[in-house]
């Protein structure tokens, strides 16, 4: 059973691997599965520097080779030479597109969000997604390989939306889960997978940083009874998770090793949701009375 999940002899991409959050534990976890080379990319030296002590403080991966490589994911001669570091050892069997950003105050609805936030979080979220599926594929083909696995990461807020604005971002986690189901059917022939994994609200430095920094609706802080900044976007979250707590990257981490292992060989083109049920359940805070009856206008009083 323990071969199902297994990573021995496959050569694996991450990209958005640092900053301690999924993609640090599905290094983690990938290395523990004893994938033979891991390439780990971040737009941040610093933050791949944090990325080798973390593996360091996981103990010893005797079966796996780490290569530490700086990239922009959103700039395509960066992601051409990150995938070329893979030809000497015969190129990529697995690669998970991890890289994201949340644009935070800059994001919002239709009137509040920013140009800025739009143009930063496609050319990260969206351009660095397909880029990274584009040279995936090049790569596969380059050294022949029998299958590949391509996982990337959208999020719950793709499908379903989100009560606190943040068009800019849910729209292109939307795109990427598009973009998935697509690139799966074409490319089914070559037998290399792509799915979408979609992660509900996990415990991480970046959604930590929107939940509890400034930028709260007065609309929201007013319906929640709180004061502009006073933490209503967490709170506004929090009681929509039917198993009351936030979860762990290491779960988000655990399904990406389900999606790049054999074990799910048949398993294509689907949004894989990991959000303690979030999006399957009816579960709303106590709010203000409802708006007047509308009558059906179709049926005669």
């Known amino acids: ?80 030479d990150l995938f070329s570091q893979l030809d000497p050892l015969g190129g990529p069997d697995v690669v998970v597109n991890n890289a994201g950003v949340f644009p935070t105050s800059a994001d919002g609805d239709a009137i509040t969000s920013t140009r800025a936030a739009w143009d930063t979080t496609y050319l990260v979220n969206v ?41 800019a971002y849910t729209s292109s986690k939307g795109a990427v889960a598009a973009m998935t189901r697509e690139l799966a059917i074409v490319h089914a022939r070559e037998s290399i997978r ?11 430095p970046m959604l930590n940083h929107f939940l509890d920094g400034p930028g709260d609706e007065e609309e929201e802080s007013a319906e929640l009874g709180g004061e502009p900044n006073s933490g209503s976007k967490r709170r506004r979250r929090e ?3 039917p198993q009351g707590r936030w979860g762990d990257s290491v779960e988000v981490a655990a399904a990406a090793l389900f999606l790049a292992a054999d ?21 709303t805070p106590l709010g203000p009375p409802s708006a007047a009856f509308i009558p059906n206008f179709s049926v005669s009083p």
């Open 263 to 283: 074990a799910s060989a048949f398993v294509n083109a689907i949004d894989l949701a990991v959000d303690g049920g979030l999006t399957k359940a009816f579960v």
């Open 239 to 241: 009681v929509h998770l």
């Open 127 to 167: 351009l660095g997604t397909w880029l990274g599926r584009r040279y995936a594929v090049l790569a596969m083909r380059r050294h022949a390989k029998p299958r590949g696995s391509v996982v990337n990461l959208g999020s719950v807020a793709g499908p379903i939306g989100s009560a606190i604005a943040q068009l």
């Open 1 to 80: 059973m323990t071969e199902l999940y297994s990573l021995k002899g496959k050569n694996v991409v991450i990209t958005g691997a640092g900053g301690y959050n999924i993609g640090t534990q599905t290094a983690i976890l990938f290395a523990k599965s004893g994938a033979s080379t891991l390439l780990l990319s971040d737009v941040s030296q610093c933050a791949l520097d944090a990325l080798r002590c973390a593996l360091a403080r996981n103990g010893a991966f005797p079966d796996s080779t780490f290569i530490f490589h700086a990239c922009n994911v959103s700039d395509d001669g960066s992601m051409a």
């Open 194 to 204: 792509f799915n979408c994994l979609c992660p509900g609200p996990v415990n991480s």
